[in-house]
């Protein structure tokens, strides 16, 4: 194979990979039902340049492959008919009209007649049988579709609390912690009366401290394993750290949230199931708490750990016959909403730990603060290979801490 044909192979491959490669995030993303994260839309935009590139270096390799092909082409053709003629010349494969025609062989080969022996000698000689074990140097090994990696980088939690650019490694959220007042006009338990004096309380605002935490890896790639893989490596390293970033991230706002507030037990023995008036009551009951607290400002939400959906299955169809819910929408299952019970936002997500029954809070209890650093390379000619790295800072802080409620079973 010539230089040329080998390179548009290679680049042939590449644009295949890239294309798959993007293809690949489009359906992750529309599978969940979800917009492309931000670490998805750097990594399909990196991808599509190296495609203009890869397609502006095959056109000029397509017009010059053209030009050999119709040389080949061409000596082809002229030995196929050189073939022909010597089969014309040689007496070619032998072939029997008739059974007559065999016999009559049959018989001058019994009478010694050496043409007719021979022409029996190659029409009844044993076909050898040929397999792929027999071939095993040209058998290929295929590599079908992408590769199949189970992770999951949707950050429901972080995407239900949303995030805020981070400017600077530290940084201050004001917040209100004594109110003004405002009362009746006049002494205490008297009439209003004009000239008395109003009463008076000053605001205090205080500072919550936010500082940058930083999350990252980084893998050293081989240039052969990059040159020789298909599906392309160092698309399929960068593609899992972004993942593992996103898996890291979500853990760190699940363990988070998983200090916040009081714990309050569900209704019930332990391990039983509970009925739609107690789940349904308490979460009545914990709404209520965090009312008190954060005075409707955020929207209400409650995270559950993946094996914990079921304490709340009574609430919704089919489970429940008269469900005060619509029916869970499965294809979310830890990558967003699930559910609405009486109308919250139930968010299942794999960061919280273990056994989180579920946690009731505001999406104003807690605020996320990210910017993604991305993806980072750099050839170590040295070695011959390529170190890639993929980082970002990301750092949840705490609002309000008591604006929470952790159910929990009966002990």
């Given at each position: 194979m010539s230089g040329s044909d080998s390179m548009i192979l290679r680049l042939e491959k590449e644009l295949a990979e890239k294309t798959a490669f993007i293809?690949?995030?489009?359906?992750?993303?529309?599978?969940?039902?979800?917009?492309?994260?931000?670490?998805?839309?750097?990594?399909?935009?990196?991808?599509?340049?190296?495609?203009?590139?890869?397609?502006?270096?095959?056109?000029?390799?397509?017009?010059?492959r053209t030009r050999t092909m119709a040389a080949r082409e061409r000596a082809d053709q002229v030995g196929r008919e050189m073939a022909r003629l010597r089969t014309e010349v040689d007496h070619g494969p032998v072939e029997y009209v008739s059974p007559g025609h065999y016999l009559m062989d049959t018989w001058k080969a019994h009478l010694n007649d050496r043409s007719a022996q021979e022409r029996l000698q190659v029409f009844e000689r044993a076909a050898a049988h040929q397999k792929t074990t027999d071939n095993l140097g040209i058998v290929p090994d295929p590599i079908v579709g992408n590769v199949v990696n189970f992770i999951d980088g949707s950050r429901p939690l972080v995407t239900m609390l949303g995030t805020a650019p981070m400017t600077a490694?530290?940084?201050?959220?004001?917040?209100?912690?004594?109110?003004?007042?405002?009362?009746?006009?006049?002494?205490?338990?008297?009439?209003?009366?004009?000239?008395?004096?109003?009463?008076?309380?000053?605001?205090?605002?205080?500072?919550?401290?936010?500082?940058?935490?930083?999350?990252?890896?980084?893998?050293?790639?081989?240039?052969?394993?990059?040159?020789?893989?298909?599906?392309?490596?160092?698309d399929t390293v960068v593609n899992d750290l972004s993942a593992v970033y996103a898996v890291q991230t979500e853990a760190t706002v699940g363990a988070l949230l998983a200090t916040l507030g009081a714990t309050s037990e569900l209704?019930?023995?332990?391990?039983?199931?509970?009925?739609?008036?107690?789940?349904?009551?308490?979460?009545?009951?914990?709404l209520a708490t965090i009312y008190g607290i954060v005075k409707g400002v955020g929207r209400y939400f409650l995270a559950v750990s993946p094996d914990k959906v079921g304490v709340w299955a009574p609430l919704f169809a089919p489970v429940n016959v008269n469900p005060v819910a619509p029916g869970l929408d499965l294809p979310t299952f830890g990558n967003g909403i699930f559910g609405y019970p009486l109308g919250i936002p139930l968010v299942v997500s794999?960061?919280?730990p273990a056994g989180t029954i579920g946690i009731l809070t505001a999406t104003s209890a807690v605020e996320c603060f990210e910017q993604r650093v991305g993806q980072l390379q750099a050839v170590e000619p040295s070695v011959l290979g390529v170190q890639v790295a993929y980082a970002g800072y990301f750092t949840p802080v705490t609002i309000e801490s008591t604006a929470a409620v952790r159910f929990v079973d009966a002990v």
């Open positions: 293809e690949g995030i489009v359906s992750g993303a529309q599978d969940g039902d979800r917009d492309m994260t931000d670490n998805e839309r750097e990594l399909t935009t990196g991808a599509r340049s190296r495609i203009q590139d890869v397609e502006q270096q095959l056109e000029l390799l397509y017009e010059n490694a530290t940084w201050y959220r004001p917040k209100v912690t004594q109110h003004t007042t405002v009362a009746k006009q006049g002494a205490a338990g008297g009439a209003a009366d004009e000239k008395t004096e109003l009463t008076s309380q000053k605001m205090t605002i205080t500072r919550l401290t936010g500082t940058a935490v930083t999350y990252g890896g980084y893998v050293n790639v081989s240039r052969q394993d990059i040159d020789f893989s298909s599906p392309n490596a160092l209704p019930g023995a332990a391990g039983t199931t509970k009925t739609v008036a107690d789940l349904a009551n308490s979460l009545l009951t914990g794999a960061g919280l």
